[in-house]
C-alpha cells in the first residue's frame, strides 16, 4: 500500500490498466528494480520507505508497481529513522530509497543509530552513472565514502542491459546476508544504483532477450548465508556459573528475550540465589529473584558480588557502572555473553566476553547445576538486594501518590497502564532514565525502546512511528523531552500517523538532563541555560496545536488514564505535561535523597 500524507494506510492505488504498459514494459530500469524487489520479497522485505526524487524514478516506478508495503515521506532524515523503526519493532529487514545527491547523505544519522543498535536498514541510493562522476555533473556526489564506516556492505551497481535476473537474484541474496547475519551480526547496508537517462530505461524489447528481460518467475529460491551460534563449552559454563559465590546477571535492552534468555536467566538466578537485574528496555515481568532498581540499589554500599554476567547494553547509570568497576577492583569478574562479535566494554574493565547462542548458554548451566544442587540456593545478599529492591519500590509508589503532577509520576505511570502486547518508545536524555530507574513492577509490561546505539535526540518521532506502524493494530507510545519533539516535529507532517497512538511529552522548557550531569556545578547559571539547557521558543504544545494535532495538556498523572484509554480506542493524542526545569530537578533532587537516606538506614552496621 502507499501513503504519501500522514495518514495510517491509505489505499494502493489500482495499478494503471489501459493506456499505459505494465511496469515491466515501461523501460529496462524499472524491469531491473522490480526484478531485485520481487528476489528481496521472496528473501523477507515486506516494507519499503520511499523519499521522492527524480533519479530514483525507475526504483519508485517499480515499488509503485509492486505488493511491498511503501510508505513516502519528503524528508529522508525522517524516512530512514522510520524505517529504522518498522525494522527495529518487526525484526524483519526494512528498505529505503532515495535520489542522489545530498538526499542520500540525509541517511546518515539512522545508519550511524542502525549500525550501532544492529538493525537491518537496506538503504538503496539512486546514483549517475559512473562516467558522470568527478565531472561537476549536477547533484553528484561521493554517496558511499560517507556511509561506509555504518553500513555492514556496501554493493554498487549500475543499471545496464547486461544484468540478468539471475545477477539481481544473487544481487538479493548477498543484500539479505549482510542485513541478516554478517559476523557483526544484523546491521545496515547500502545498495548503490548508478542510472543512466531515459531514467525508466531502455523499452523492453529494444534489450538483450539473455539479459533484463528475463523476469524472475520460477527462479529458485535460495538461502541466505545464516551463523549459527552453539551454547559456550560445558567446563567454562561450569565455572562462570559456580554454585556457591554470588553473582549478578545483568540484562540490558533485551526486548522480550523471544529466545528463551529471559525465563532461563530468572530460573538461573533463582537456582543460584543471584540477582537477576534488568533495565526497562528488558521485557520481564517480576517473577520471584528479579530486580528493578539496580541503578538506585547501587547509589547505596551494597553487597559486592564476586562475579556479573552482563548480556546486552550496559546500563546508562554511573552509579551501576561504578558499581562494576568495584566488582574487578575487588578480584571479581565482569563477563559479557552475547550473539554478536561485538567488544562490549564501555567502562574498560571488563574481564571476559564470549559470543555465543546466549539462552543455549543459560539453559545449559540450569541443567549442570540441577544435577549438583538439590534445591534452589538461597544467599543472603540475594535475599537482601530483593527486599530493598521491594523498599524501593514502595517509597517510589509513596513519592509519586504525593507528587501526581512530577515528570517522574507521568512517566511511571503510562508505563503502568500500559500492556504486554502494547509498546513504548522512549527519548534519549531524562525519558529513559525515569523509565529505566522509577518504572515500577509490572505483571504485565510492554515492550520498552528507544534510540539507544547512539543516543540521538535526532529522529525520536520518526523512529516512534515507524516502531507504531509495524504493529499497527496495538497501541505504542512515546515518552518524549520538548527538545527531541521539536527536534523531530516535522514527521508529524511527512510520516504516516499511528492508528492507535499516545505522544507524552515532558515539557520542562529545555534539556533537563544539562542539570543532572556533574558539569552543572561548575557553570554558571546564565551560561548553563544558553549554552545547554536552550529554552526553546516556542511551547511543543502550541506548535503542535497549531499543526491541527490532536493536544490534550495534562496537570497530573492520572489524566493518562483516559487518554491511554483513548488512544487504545483508535485515537492518536498528544499529552504535553507542561512544567518546569527548576520543578524537575527539585522533584528528582527530593526523591534521591530520600532513596538514599533509605538505603543508609537499610544498610547493616559494618
Ligand atoms: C542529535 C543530538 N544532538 C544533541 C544531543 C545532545 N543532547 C542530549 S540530551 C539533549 C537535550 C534533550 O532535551 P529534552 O529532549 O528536552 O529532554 P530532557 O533533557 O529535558 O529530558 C541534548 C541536546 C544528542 N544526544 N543528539
Redesign the pocket.
Known sequence: MISSVPTPDPPKPDPPTSGFPKPEHLGANVRLFSILLDQLNRLGLRHVVLAPGSRSTPLAVALAHSHLSVSVCLDERAAAFFACGVARRGGEPVMVVTTSGTASLELV?ALAEASLSGVPLLVVTADRPTRLKGVSAPQTLDQVQVMASFVRASISLEFAASLTSRDLSSVALQLMTELRGSPNGPGPVQLNVGIEEPLLGAPIGQVDQEGATVFSEGMKLRRPLTPRLGSLDAEVVGEIFRPGRFGWLVFGGVGDGSDGSIQAATELANQLGWVFAVDARTKVARQGATVIHLDLLTRGSIPIPEIVVVIGDFPLARSTMGALRRVVEAGGEVVTLGDRFVVRDPGRFVTGGYVVDVAATLRSALTQNSAVLAEPLVTPEGTQLLALDQHIDRTLEDVTQAEPDSEIAVARRLYGLLRSDEALFS?????IRYLDQFRGYHVDPPLVAMNRGA????GVISTYLGFAHAQPQQLTALL??????L?DVSALIHLPLPTKGLIVV?D?Q?????DQVPPASSISADVQTAFFV?PPRISPASLLEGMGLNVVRIANAEDLDVLVKRARDGEFLIAVLEGT?AASHAALGSLYAQIDGQLIKEQPNP
Do not use: C, E, H, Q
Open positions: 544519522p527519548s534519549a536524555s531524562m525519558p543516543n540521538g535526540i535526532d518524549v523531552g520538548d527538545l527531541a519533539a527536534y515532558l520542562n529545555g534539556g533537563l538532563i544539562f536552550t526545569r
